[in-house]
């Protein structure tokens, strides 16, 4: 960024920080003006977002812009989208468990737009620029799955068998990779990152922190928006919003599995390890979330007969 910028900039507010390592600045400038100001920690990290986010902007998908770059790709300013996200907006929904029909319209808004941004944004990527990896490949699956074994499952104290763990996770990795893997997998898609913006009467929803995005299937980001722990969608609007996009309901189940195990482990670092009271909160509805996948589907009961057995004793 060039130096005039910063004199330019009257007041620098800083916005708390969840699971990311990364800081965030809202700057205000002194023609009324503000932007989001983004330090990170990995030039990999930011040169991947902000890659895919000029792309994605190219093509009009709901991203913010990216105005300027520092040389060494360590900070960057984007667009101000406001502070107003869809899992704030959804807090009384989520609190009472009642989701109005406007509530559900928007989160199937949400659901188009992020289709847009799978099918539409994945024409034309540079893969190459995909950190830490190109595309979700047996490797990256147990590096999730590893997740949860060491930075969740360990920390729990409970005897397990790492034999009959891998054959179940061996068993999982091959099932996910089983499908289509030419789209773009978001790969954090969750309430928190999506910022809603009023235009011509209606809140539109906007994505930002795709910098782990990658090549992968549609299939993780609908079990991560939709299992997302304390977004509390009930299992009826779960079915009912899934359904609208026509993908296959039982290879849904084996993503969400997936997803599951990965966030635990996330939960457990970030909770158990760094304290972050949040992360700590999400672990229980998260353990909720895997038993209740477990009752409602025999076929994961029986591919997955030791997950299944571990889930009850969480």
């Not at 520092?70 to 989701?99: H, N």
């Not at 699956?141 to 009959?164: A, V």
């Not at 997803?259 to 909160?281: D, S, T």
């Amino acid at each position: 960024m060039r130096k005039k910028d910063y004199l330019c900039t009257l007041i620098m507010e800083l916005i708390a920080q969840s699971g990311s390592n990364r800081q965030y600045f809202r700057d205000h400038l002194a023609d009324g003006r503000t932007v989001i100001r983004v330090v990170g920690t990995s030039r990999e990290e930011n040169h991947a977002f902000i890659t895919m986010a000029r792309h994605f902007h190219a093509l009009g998908l709901p991203v913010p812009e990216v105005y300027e770059v520092s040389s060494d790709e360590m900070e960057y300013t984007q667009e101000d989208l406001g502070s107003l996200s869809l899992f704030d907006y959804l807090q009384p929904a989520r609190q009472s468990g009642v989701f109005s029909e406007s509530d559900k319209q928007l989160l199937r808004r949400t659901l188009q737009a992020l289709a847009r941004i799978q099918v539409e944004g994945a024409k034309g990527m540079d893969w190459s620029v995909c950190y830490p990896v190109q595309s979700m490949n047996e490797r990256s699956i147990f590096w999730d799955l590893n997740y949860f074994k060491y930075c969740y499952l360990k920390l729990t104290q409970i005897d397990f068998s790492e034999d009959l763990l891998e054959n179940d996770f061996e068993a999982l990795s091959s099932r996910i990779l089983q499908e289509p893997q030419d789209y773009f997998l978001y790969r954090d898609c969750q309430s928190r990152n999506v910022m809603l913006r009023e235009q011509d009467g209606q809140l539109q929803p906007y994505f930002i922190d795709f910098q782990g995005g990658r090549q992968g299937s549609r299939y993780y980001d609908y079990a991560s928006f939709l299992w997302q722990a304390k977004a509390n969608i009930p299992q009826a609007l779960r079915n009912e919003l899934f359904a609208d996009t026509k993908l296959d309901r039982n290879t849904l189940d084996h993503f969400v599995l997936f997803r599951l195990l990965q966030v635990l482990g996330a939960y457990g670092y970030r909770g158990l390890f760094e304290r972050k009271p949040h992360f700590v909160e999400s672990l229980p509805i998260a353990i909720n979330n895997l038993r209740e996948l477990f009752t409602s589907c025999a076929d994961l009961r029986a591919q997955y007969p030791y997950i299944y057995a571990l889930s009850n004793r969480l």
